[in-house]
């Protein structure tokens, strides 16, 4: 399936995702995808995330800054997006940091179907329970060459029974099947908080927009890449600093998805006639 295939069908869907996500990237989450062409919702009260993962095409569930509350939320909104035959896209925000997050995560997978798992590499050893030496923290500090990245990422598609996006300097998607890596990017994009969850989000977008899961992973994790290649290059150009990166990213990633609204060009043009 082409780019032009994964755009126009995201274009034709303009899907919500229901987003329970990291509060320290919310924001973000939320400008990402607009910028892409969808929206999102953010309730994660659990009396209401089912009514809301009812309205929306895609459920995302990162499980950055966990509490008892939030995994109550996760199950009840990956149960109904499970029910209604929507997809679920797992962020395990820095699940080998904690006894309790590695349990939470756990359960979630117990008791929820996963379309598609998008993490890092130290992420991926610790749902596989592999030892990494290393922190646990939701930035990775495992630097797999790429055959031993996509083998990691065949193991943790094999034993999720889902698609699967490692991401790093160069990507690698399994299905447990077709594989592929992603390259290109702008090493800045590590500079930025949440650059994972938003591409985590895409992921959930695209397979809202109706792309299969391993199609969706490797849509999202393309197309940001790509939007990081091009506002480092922007960036370069203008001499800017990583402030001006991060809002080239979203510039990017609008001209890419041709998401942006005309109707706001035009009428600033007619205020100023």
């Known amino acids: 399936m082409t780019r032009e295939i994964w755009l126009r069908k995201l274009r034709e869907n303009a899907p919500g995702v229901h987003c329970l996500t990291n509060p320290v990237t919310m924001q973000d989450v939320a400008n990402v995808l607009l910028a892409a062409g969808g929206s999102a919702v953010m309730g994660r009260e659990p009396s209401e995330v089912r009514t809301l993962t009812a309205l929306s095409q895609a459920t995302l569930l990162n499980t950055g800054v966990p509490d008892e509350a939030k995994l109550r939320a996760w199950v009840l909104a990956g149960r109904k997006a499970n029910e209604l035959g929507r997809p679920v896209v797992l962020d395990p925000a820095g699940v080998g940091a904690s006894l309790f997050r590695r349990n939470a995560v756990a359960h979630v997978r117990r008791e929820v179907k996963l379309s598609l798992i998008r993490c890092n590499q130290e992420e991926a050893c610790a749902l ?3 030892r990494s030496g290393t922190s646990g923290g939701v930035e990775s500090s495992v630097e797999l060459e790429q055959t031993a990245q996509m083998e990691l990422a065949d193991r943790l598609a094999g034993a999720c029974g889902c698609a699967v996006l490692i991401s790093g300097k160069t990507d690698a998607v399994s299905d447990g099947g077709r594989r592929m890596f992603l390259t290109g990017g702008d ?6 908080s949440g650059g994972g969850c938003m591409l985590s989000a ?3 977008l695209f397979a809202g927009a109706g792309l299969a899961p391993y199609e969706a992973a490797c849509a999202a994790g393309s197309i940001w890449k790509e939007s990081a290649r091009l506002a480092g290059a922007r960036t370069d150009r203008a001499g800017g600093g990583i402030g001006s990166f991060h809002i080239a990213l979203f510039d990017a990633l609008e001209e890419l998805c041709g998401s942006r609204d005309e109707s706001c060009a035009g009428t600033k043009e007619k205020e100023q006639e």
Do not use: D, M, Q, V
């Open 202 to 204: 895409l992921c959930a």
């Open 128 to 130: 596989l329970e592999e």
């Open 187 to 192: 090493a800045r994009i590590r500079r930025i």
